[in-house]
């Protein structure tokens, strides 16, 4: 389920403060607040259940903590922060968000933050609605991006999200790298994919990806995405489903996956009303991943946005789920690096979210 790119209007994605939250249960895109008019609201449907299995053996070994840093990615840099918002460099654009956690005051002048083409404006919480605004020129709502070799969409999105979130660039050329040097097919799950470029990336590498989200705006998204990628020959399967639902259907089915990549919102809803609250549902989540997981497995990700939580939560979830299985689990925070208008000065460090990592090496 989810509604991070993480999380169209996001959903996921990843996110404007220090990343997604609210989003569709497996999709990119927060949920909407209701409008002024009285609706009723659709039923909950309760997500079938099964018992967590037992699991045995000695916990994996741990790596911790780990920061995986980036100072930029493909046509995105981190210019400058501070004053709780972030000035970044999205292709030919330079835009004005929120993020909370830039507690500092900006490095750069006030005139620099000025010179801008779009600011996001309005609600500032995490799940609000907001808009853009245009200081230059008017925009459209779409540009062209590109990253780690494949190209997509940035969006102009009410929920301040661009279609990417570019700390994912560490986890992506991880899963890049492992794809290229298996020497036999991959399989790759990317749940609650939002706007595609991890899969697409994936699928560039050489894998066969099956992507899951529960927003049809994401997934149409996803497919512009694909085609902008000339890769309308990879071997992709959409998913436009509950993300919960899926994957106890894919355990049912004895399916299995090398890489899992999982980045679930705090809160969402899934398309028939089914709800996710990351806290309830992540340890049922990552059981059945575990259960997904290939004999040749290569990794297990998973990233958390917005949470009171510390690093430390979901990395003994992991090594707890990953018992018997050997290997290491790594986790600490995903961070983005200021570079400057150059995009080459380093700056300060800007967390965006936590992440767990099982390996099997």
């Given at each position: 389920?989810k509604?991070?790119?993480?999380?169209p209007?996001?959903?996921?994605?990843?996110?404007?403060?220090?990343?997604?939250a609210?989003?569709?249960?497996?999709?990119?895109?927060?949920?909407?607040?209701?409008?002024?008019v009285?609706?009723k609201?659709?039923?909950?449907?309760?997500?079938?259940q099964?018992?967590?299995?037992?699991?045995?053996?000695?916990?994996?070994?741990?790596r911790?903590?780990?920061?995986?840093?980036?100072s930029?990615?493909?046509d995105?840099?981190?210019?400058?922060?501070?004053?709780?918002?972030k000035?970044?460099?999205?292709?030919?654009y330079?835009?004005?968000?929120?993020?909370?956690q830039?507690?500092?005051?900006?490095?750069?002048?006030?005139?620099?933050?000025?010179k801008?083409d779009a600011?996001?404006?309005?609600?500032?919480?995490?799940?609000?609605m907001?808009?853009?605004?245009?200081?230059?020129?008017?925009l459209?709502e779409?540009?062209?991006?590109s990253?780690l070799?494949?190209d997509?969409?940035g969006?102009?999105?009410?929920?301040r999200h661009v279609g990417?979130f570019?700390?994912?660039?560490?986890?992506?050329?991880?899963?890049?790298?492992?794809v290229?040097?298996?020497?036999?097919?991959?399989?790759?799950?990317?749940?609650?994919?939002?706007?595609?470029?991890a899969?697409l990336?994936?699928?560039?590498?050489?894998?066969?990806?099956?992507?899951?989200?529960a927003s049809?705006?994401?997934?149409?998204w996803?497919?512009?995405?694909?085609?902008?990628?000339r890769?309308e020959k990879?071997?992709?399967r959409?998913i436009?489903?509950?993300?919960?639902k899926?994957?106890q259907?894919?355990?049912?089915?004895?399916?299995?996956?090398?890489?899992?990549?999982t980045d679930?919102?705090k809160?969402?809803r899934?398309p028939?009303?089914?709800v996710?609250?990351?806290?309830?549902?992540?340890?049922?989540?990552?059981d059945?991943?575990?259960?997904?997981?290939?004999?040749k497995?290569?990794?297990?990700?998973?990233t958390?946005?917005?949470i009171?939580?510390s690093?430390y939560?979901?990395h003994?979830?992991?090594?707890?789920?990953?018992r018997?299985a050997?290997g290491?689990?790594?986790?600490?925070?995903?961070?983005?690096?200021?570079?400057?208008?150059?995009?080459?000065t380093?700056g300060?460090?800007?967390?965006?979210?936590?992440?767990?990592?099982?390996?099997?090496?």
């Open positions: 389920m509604n991070r790119e993480r999380r209007d996001r959903r996921p994605g990843k996110s404007g403060g220090s990343g997604p609210n989003r569709q249960p497996g999709s990119g895109a927060p949920e909407r607040r209701p409008s002024p009285t609706r609201a659709p039923p909950e449907e309760a997500v079938p099964r018992a967590l299995v037992t699991r045995s053996g000695e916990r994996p070994a741990e911790v903590p780990v920061i995986l840093e980036s930029g990615a493909g995105f840099h981190l210019i400058d922060s501070g004053n709780a918002l000035l970044e460099q999205y292709g030919p330079r835009i004005v968000r929120p993020e909370a830039a507690l500092w005051q900006p490095s750069l002048a006030p005139s620099t933050w000025e801008v600011v996001f404006t309005g609600d500032t919480e995490e799940d609000g907001g808009r853009w605004r245009f200081p230059k020129d008017a459209g779409t540009w062209p991006l990253l070799g494949v997509f969409l969006r102009f999105t009410s929920f990417v570019p700390e994912q660039i560490v986890h992506w050329e991880w899963m890049k790298r492992q290229e040097a298996a020497g036999r097919p991959v399989k790759v799950l990317n749940l609650f994919g939002y706007t595609g470029v899969s990336v994936a699928a560039a590498a050489g894998a066969e990806v099956t992507h899951v989200d049809k705006k994401a997934i149409g996803a497919r512009e995405n694909q085609a902008l990628s890769l990879a071997p992709i959409w436009c489903e509950d993300a919960m899926f994957i259907r894919e355990e049912r089915r004895g399916s299995r996956y090398d890489i899992i990549l679930p919102p809160f969402g899934g028939n009303g089914e996710w609250q990351l806290f309830d549902h992540l340890p049922l989540m990552l059945i991943c575990r259960e997904l997981l290939s004999p497995a290569i990794g297990l990700v998973l958390a946005y917005s009171r939580a690093f939560s979901i003994e979830l992991m090594r707890e789920t990953m018997g050997g290491a689990v790594e986790s600490g925070e995903l961070v983005i690096r200021e570079a400057g208008l150059d995009g080459k380093p300060r460090a800007l967390s965006t979210s936590l992440f767990s990592r099982w390996v099997p090496k």
